[in-house]
């Protein structure tokens, strides 16, 4: 059973900076692709950056020129950096990892506040 640990969560006052980790038990390269989502309470989970087997990034418009993702393979690992961070910025950020299958797996969560 693949699983998936993120860390990395926590209090930051507006402006300051965070990186999020995400563990894979397994292989990175078994997945299409790797991803954060977040979830702020009343809204919908949405997309924040996403890195592929090949190592091209997207991310969300919020997500521009603020965030970073990246990989370390040997690690089995995807960060997440996040700098300028804004109240805004709050909520349950998700691991998530999609095998060429089709298959997606999901990290429990890690909580990010922002306070102004």
């Known amino acids: 059973q693949v699983q998936l640990v993120e860390s990395g969560g926590g209090l930051v006052q507006a402006g300051g900076s965070l990186r999020l980790s995400c563990a894979a038990s397994?292989?990175?390269?078994?997945?299409?692709?790797v991803g954060w989502y977040r979830q702020a309470p009343g809204k919908q989970r949405e997309l924040v950056a996403r890195?592929?087997?090949?190592?091209?990034?997207a991310y969300a418009d919020s997500a521009k020129g603020r965030f970073t993702i990246s990989r370390d393979n040997a690690k089995n690992s995807v960060y997440l950096q996040m700098d300028s961070l804004k109240p805004e910025d709050t909520a349950v950020y998700y691991c998530?990892?999609?095998?060429?299958?089709?298959?997606?797996?999901w990290g429990q969560g890690t909580q990010v506040t922002v306070s102004s």
């Open positions: 998530n990892a999609v095998t060429s299958y089709g298959r997606a797996y």
């Open positions: 397994t292989n990175i390269f078994s997945f299409n692709s």
């Open positions: 890195i592929t087997f090949g190592g091209n990034t």
